[in-house]
Structures are given as C-alpha cells and as structure tokens.
C-alpha cells in the first residue's frame, strides 16, 4: 500500500512542477489533506454507498473551487477510481517530497522525560547546522525508553536509550559475549 501512495504522490508532484505551482498545491494539500483527516470526511469518503458524484460535490464544496489544477483534478481521478482510501497518505507523500524539495526534514525525538524548553531548542539548532536543513521537529515522551532518547530523521535511527542498551547487554549476554564468568 505505501508504495501505490508513493506512485499517487510522485504523480501529484510532477504535475504540480509541469503546471508551475508546486508551492500552491503543497499549501493546498496541507489544508485538504487536514481536512480530510477528520472522522466526519472520512465516513463520507469510505461509505461505498455514497455515489461517487456525491463525494466530488462534497470535496467541490469544502474547497475545491479554491483549488489550483492539478490539484482538483487529481482528487477527482482517485474519487472516480474508487481510490478515496488513498487520499490522505498520497497527499501526505506528496508534502514529504515538497518537503524535501523546499530543503524541509521531519525529526521526531523520543525521550524517557520531558525535555526542557532549552534542550529542545539545543537540539533543534545542532540538526539544523548538521544537517544543513530546516528541520520541523517533534518531541514526545515514552517513560518505557527508561533513560536517555531515540532520534529519527529522515528514516535514520539514533537510539541511545537505556531501554536499547539493556537489550543489546541482553543478547549479547544470551550469545555468551563479553562473559568470562566472576572475577576472582
């Protein structure tokens, strides 16, 4: 399935650069993409008894009209192939790939405790001048890491939290590594 909103996505991207507004249709997509995120246009969206025609009338009167081409016109072909399902994950593909081009990294540190206002910002400023990117950056907390945090950015992994490092003391005690029975 990802690999289809992959296609979807890449799809709406190059249409949007052959068209010329790629900064439009990625504002736009944020909005529709957001809006359809709601529980309310998903039942519409996902109701195999509402027609198809209803479901464009509905999309055209939330903001359609509002939207640049090739925008509508490709919420319209994944309505009219009955790929409705699809439309907040292509969309959500579409704005990494915007992301990226606008020189955007998404970066979701996880932390066993909150971080002080400071470290966030520490953080935030050390990726930024790393990684040579803006980086949009969101921190949760997730006590069962026990100590210390994860860091992903952009499908990289940096764990160095004390959850992790117990694993690894425990396979590599399952392996008999690093064991050399008491010291005398």
């Given at each position: 399935m990802a690999e289809i909103n992959r296609l979807y996505g890449k799809a709406?991207?190059?249409?949007?650069?052959?068209?010329?507004?790629?900064?439009a249709c990625l504002d736009q997509a944020v909005?529709?993409?957001?809006?359809?995120?709601?529980?309310?246009s998903q039942q519409i969206l996902a109701n195999p008894l509402i027609s198809k025609e209803s479901k464009f009338a509905f999309l055209k009167?939330?903001?359609?009209?509002?939207l640049a081409e090739p925008f509508s016109s490709?919420?319209?072909?994944?309505?009219s192939k009955n790929r409705e399902a699809l439309l907040v994950p292509s969309l959500t593909e579409f704005l990494r790939m915007g992301d990226r081009w606008r020189g955007?990294?998404?970066?979701?540190v996880v932390s066993a405790v909150m971080l002080r206002p400071e470290q966030v910002s520490?953080?935030?400023?050390?990726l930024q001048r790393k990684?040579?990117?803006?980086?949009?950056?969101?921190?949760?907390?997730?006590?069962?890491l026990i100590g210390g945090f994860y860091l992903n950015v952009d499908g990289h992994t940096v764990d160095s939290s004390v959850r992790r490092r117990l694993q690894d003391m425990k396979r590599s005690i399952e392996r008999g590594e690093g064991f050399d029975g008491p010291q005398t």
């Open positions: 709406l991207y190059d249409l949007a650069e052959q068209y010329g507004n790629l900064d909005l529709v993409r957001d809006t359809l995120k709601l529980t309310e009167e939330a903001f359609l009209d509002t490709f919420l319209e072909l994944l309505i955007v990294v998404e970066a979701h520490a953080l935030h400023d050390v990684l040579e990117k803006t980086v949009d950056m969101t921190v949760t907390v997730d006590p069962a």
